[in-house]
């Protein structure tokens, strides 16, 4: 398939606490070999590295230097993809299924920007100080995963138009509708959560045991 896997792992995971995620080991594999397992056999996988960092033996990928945000790391692995389509996948998100990977494609061929999305299954409120205030309509929002796909030139543009305006975005879908282009939700995965707190460690082990059975 032409497309470009772009993994952010420069990030210094500091709410965990525990030195940059991609180093971390869950289950036998560092997050860094298990983000990149649903990917195997794409053309062109690229990963940014917090800056200094070694770069990992054995992995069949292309390192380079991260930027200071998540925004400006993905920014200098567009800058390396030489495929149409691209596949920016965090790091941080072990545990994603061909099939996840699947959808997201299949949906980015078609419509040119595509990201997973989960329902939120919890009442979300507005705190008002430190009293409950007003509550927001959960069943009109969703939770943002990766892997989001895109036309690379798509994207390019848009990190390009966040750049000449001053724009900062947690992920990449939120720049390409700043730029005024649609996205298209596909079904996310609850398993594909984001590790980001000690709390989440157990819970990627014991998936880990699932996912190596
Ligand atoms: N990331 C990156 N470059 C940065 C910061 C973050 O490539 N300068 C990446 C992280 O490696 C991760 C993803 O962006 O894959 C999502 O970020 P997050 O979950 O916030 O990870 P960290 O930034 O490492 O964690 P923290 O914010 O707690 O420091
Ligand atoms: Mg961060």
Redesign the pocket.
Known sequence: VEVSVL??????????GLG???FLRVGGRTLLEW?LLPFQGASEVLV?L?PGAEPPRGLRATFLE?????????ARLLEAASLPMVLV?????PFVSRKLVERVLEATRREGAAVPVLPVPDTLVRPEEARYGEVLPREALRLVQTPQGFFTALLREAHAYARKRGLTA?DDAQLVRALGYPVALVEGERTAF???YQEDLPLAEALARVWNA
């Open positions: 993994i952010p792992a420069a990030g210094q995971g500091e709410r965990l940059p995620k991609a983000a940014a917090p991260g930027g200071r945000s998540r925004q400006e790391s993905v996948h965090d790091v941080a998100r947690t984001k590790i980001t």
